[in-house]
T-cell receptor, first 110, second 120 residues
Framework: SQKIEQNSEALNIQEGKTATLTCNYTNYSPAYLQWYRQDPGRGPVFLLLIRENEKEKRKERLKVTFDTTLKQSLFHITASQPADSATYLCALGSYNDMRFGAGTRLTVKP | GAVVSQHPSWVICKSGTSVKIECRSLDFQATTMFWYRQFPKQSLMLMATSNEGSKATYEQGVEKDKFLINHASLTLSTLTVTSAHPEDSSFYIC????????????????FGDGTRLSIL
């Protein structure tokens, strides 16, 4: 069966450090992979999309890599800030079939 | 940017009541909307795909008679939880994909802020 696993339920880091979150998947060949941010009691907010033929994508302090051989995506937040504290979800899929990982709850301590 | 509005944000009602949740795309037309359910500290679980002008496609294990979906226009989809019971209490979230001028299938989904449903 298809599985999407985010490496840890929770991640605590110090302000200024780089946060690295992992998304692994099995029995899946996604056309693209997306990362979302979700705050408590709110809907997810889109951050980045990376296609299967792309290795890396950046947006401000965010960087995403996509390794289709390892079936893994890494999501980095550089120079992390307390305001980055949230749950981050990876999502894989195609047009009408997008599936989410359980998320990693990131806490950035001042 | 694209905005999806979901209403109401919070519902508390008695067991046996039917509850309707609305999902609107505010600045784009969405032929397809998605309904998710999320339990605390768990992933979003896709319940059904709502298609404008046709029947919704439900995921395995989701009762279509329990969760009625209507997508009557390009900007509105509704989810009705019929005869709700305490086990239906959850966080329900809708999303819509803005296809853009070329109907690009890789466009991200835009989510509403969810509806917290509590059945007493």
């Amino acid at each position: 069966s298809q599985k999407i696993e985010q490496n840890s339920e929770a991640l605590n880091i110090q302000e200024g450090k780089t946060a690295t979150l992992t998304c692994n998947y099995t029995n899946y060949s996604p056309a693209y992979l997306q990362w979302y941010r979700q705050d408590p009691g709110r809907g997810p907010v889109f951050l980045l999309l990376i296609r299967e033929n792309e290795k890396e994508k950046r947006k401000e302090r965010l960087k995403v890599t996509f390794d289709t051989t390892l079936k893994q995506s890494l999501f980095h937040i550089t120079a992390s800030q307390p305001a980055d504290s949230a749950t981050y979800l990876c999502a894989l899929g195609s047009y009408n079939d997008m599936r989410f990982g359980a998320g990693t709850r990131l806490t950035v301590k001042p | 940017g694209a905005v999806v509005s979901q209403h109401p944000s919070w519902v508390i009602c008695k067991s046996g009541t039917s509850v309707k949740i609305e999902c609107r795309s505010l600045d784009f037309q969405a032929t397809t909307m998605f309904w998710y359910r999320q339990f605390p500290k768990q992933s979003l679980m896709l319940m059904a795909t709502s298609n404008e002008g046709s029947k919704a496609t439900y995921e395995q294990g989701v009762e279509k008679d329990k969760f009625l979906i209507n997508h009557a226009s390009l900007t509105l989809s509704t989810l009705t939880v019929t005869s709700a019971h305490p086990e239906d209490s959850s966080f329900y979230i809708c999303s819509a994909r803005d296809p853009g001028p070329r109907d690009n299938s890789n466009q991200p989904q835009h989510f509403g802020d969810g509806t917290r449903l509590s059945i007493l």
